[in-house]
């Protein structure tokens, strides 16, 4: 196994990446402002401005009003440069996602995964089909798409484009960046989606300009993405995350993961529906077989004042809370968000009920550095950190020769 | 709160580290030994020792047998140029070792604290009066030391030198240096024992040459020193790696926390002799009140085939094993030490089933990529970790103006 060490050139990366962010974040804006926002040298700002400017990825736009001393140029993001797209394989459904380079989404497409419907060449038909039609539909010329981010549950190689396993599907090694080539010419990048939420809150969410920031993704799934030291924690075979399957409650229920007590089986979305069964059997909240009709169903509840409901979020947020009470003495981060569909559906009650819980499951001092908060992103965070990533391989690739991550037709075919 | 991001000048620093690792672990060496183990490129490595050379921790001893070509310039670390001072203020023990610049111990002094004698005043008395003698006992005159670092349980801000709180003292905000430095003239620096264990680990263990390494400490209290990308994660207030507290039983056994059910009450010294009460309350094996001698009289009984020791440490270890599985699962990491005294006396038997109950809690793929071992260190590693501090101090006090996480005499007391 190779030693994975900082190098100057991820610096560099960074860098590159932060100054990006911060011009997405605020355009237009000046070197001087951005050198100020991201702590760099207005020397190293200046250079990284050229090579965005290079890129093509940001533009100049003229300068800023001077109150005396020489005027400032200004830069933004050249939102229409070019496109960027995001894939997110989920379990159920197939989301796909046209950004411009601002990242706001330009045209969207979504389609079930029916029942027997999850075989790779299928999913990965219907992926292309929705790839070429998202680009038709907002009229970008296939050469403008800078790259195709995909997300799929489960482990993945990011450097051979392989699903390594998906419980959900029982993928196994699936090459599936080489399937998706035979169909599509862009540059394509694979990730999970832990790590897609946790790099889309990192550049447009809750985790920017964080140094470190744990992003639980609350699903049907149940896992961690963690920006430790300003970048992605991914460990030694891109695995880092699996959170949901921390033990929380020694032989407590069983998990489809083989094991017992898993944090996913108490705060995932069945786990959720197993909570509200053990306190209200009978309860009409309850949609057997309809994880989304339950959660909505309890967060309608809850609004109304159900008790029932009120106290299955209560004990659902005792769980979580005492798992990310787990994260925050082990981590010592700066911010947790609550991301995906539950979190989103449950909102601020779930949050208020986690906040007090992990209160009562941490060290004062460590809790009282960590900020909880919900995932302020407005769209779907697995397709925004999808095409994140294929941003950042543009970013990337064009800065050294290797393409780690990166596939295109021609290598993938090859 | 301040960003913490990975700054050109922490690559730089790092490099030197790994640099001056290498030769410590490995002298005498050629810089091209040095460029072909770190990854570095030689002009890296030619300045990085030429540094070294320039702080008199290492020195030029001639050159290589040559097979032809241009001979090659050997360096080794000057054991003899300089010491190093290491403090583990332990909940019963006062222990300060001197080493010379290759890390060897050359002088230790032991005393107990007795019950009533960890009034701040009265243990910087005792670390006083051990420096001194260990100081006096390996003939070293007091300018040759080049630090002194200090490791005291609990939360500690290294760089304002303050304990925090240390729950087993009841300590709150003591100024430690700043009281430390009335007493002694050397450069002092100030962290806590999982940290000490794990930067121990990482110049001169198991996490050596690792870029994520999990240092799990087993004594009394219990805790995780984390490195990942290939430095050790402090989190944003210095307290992370607090794993003792993640809750692994919910509504588990109290711990003196406050809390319920966390990880230290299962498989720290006294959670030990608690699984050995639950299993045999009258076991001649449990000496009520020694948490030393119980977990001693396990050991010996292990090895005598004594069935109740050895259920006793297979329960103890299907404790941990969860435990570290769900470390496993999060962060991904090359290695997981188990490491103190508890994991030093129980050893392989404890290893062993260790292995075998994390096996049973993670997933496949990530347990595949993570090795579980002892600690090889044979000496305190926290006396060992708390002197490398001084050492790390010391190559970066010289290549900056900035003292973080260093006090001088002149500094604290101004």
């Given at each position: 196994m190779a030693t994975r060490r900082r190098t100057s050139r991820d610096i560099r990366t960074a860098n590159r990446y932060e100054v990006l962010r911060q011009i997405i974040a605020e355009s237009p804006t000046s070197r001087q402002e951005l050198a100020a926002a991201t702590g760099l040298s207005l020397a190293t700002v200046a250079t990284l401005v050229g090579e965005l400017l290079e890129l093509r990825l940001i533009t100049e736009v003229g300068f800023e009003d001077s109150t005396g001393g020489r005027p400032r140029g200004l830069v933004a993001v050249n939102a229409s440069g070019g496109a960027l797209i995001g894939v997110d394989l989920a379990e159920t459904y197939v989301r796909v996602e046209l950004f411009d380079l601002a990242l706001n989404t330009v045209a969207r497409a979504d389609e079930d995964v029916p029942p027997g419907g999850s075989r790779p060449e299928q999913l990965v038909a219907r992926v292309a089909a929705a790839v070429g039609a998202v680009t038709a539909r907002a009229g970008v010329a296939g050469a403008r798409v800078l790259g195709v981010g995909v997300s799929v549950p489960g482990q993945v190689d990011r450097d051979s484009g392989v699903s390594e396993y998906a419980p959900n599907w029982d993928w196994h090694d699936v090459p599936l960046l080489d399937l998706l080539a035979e169909h599509l010419a862009h540059p394509l990048y694979l990730d999970n989606p832990l790590r897609a939420c946790a790099v889309a809150e990192q550049w447009f969410?809750?985790?920017?300009?964080?140094?470190d920031a744990v992003v639980v993704n609350l699903g049907t799934g149940v896992g961690a993405g963690l920006v430790l030291g300003g970048g992605l924690h991914r460990g030694v075979s891109n695995s880092?995350?699996?959170?949901?399957?921390?033990?929380?409650?020694?032989?407590?229920r069983p998990c489809h993961c083989g094991d017992h007590g898993c944090v996913e089986t108490y705060v995932g979305a069945p786990g959720i529906m197993h909570n509200l069964r053990e306190l209200s059997?009978?309860?009409?909240?309850l949609h057997p077989g309809d994880q989304t009709a339950t959660v909505e169903a309890l967060a309608r509840g809850v609004a109304a004042g159900d008790p029932v409901a009120r106290e299955a979020v209560r004990h659902t947020a005792r769980y979580l809370g005492a798992a990310v009470a787990g994260l925050v003495n082990l981590l010592n981060p700066e911010v947790v968000v609550l991301s995906s569909w539950v979190a989103a559906t449950l909102g601020e009650p779930l949050l208020h009920e986690v906040r007090e819980a992990v209160a009562r499951h941490t060290l004062r001092r460590p809790a009282a550095a960590t900020e909880i908060v919900l995932s302020?992103?407005?769209?779907?965070p697995v397709c925004l950190g999808a095409a994140t990533f294929a941003l950042e391989g543009a970013l990337s690739s064009s800065s050294s020769s290797s393409s780690s991550g990166r596939r295109s037709r021609t290598a993938a075919s090859s």
């Open positions: 969410g809750a985790a920017r300009g964080r140094g880092a995350g699996e959170w949901g399957h921390s033990t929380l409650v020694l032989d407590g059997p009978g309860s009409a909240l302020p992103i407005p769209t779907d």
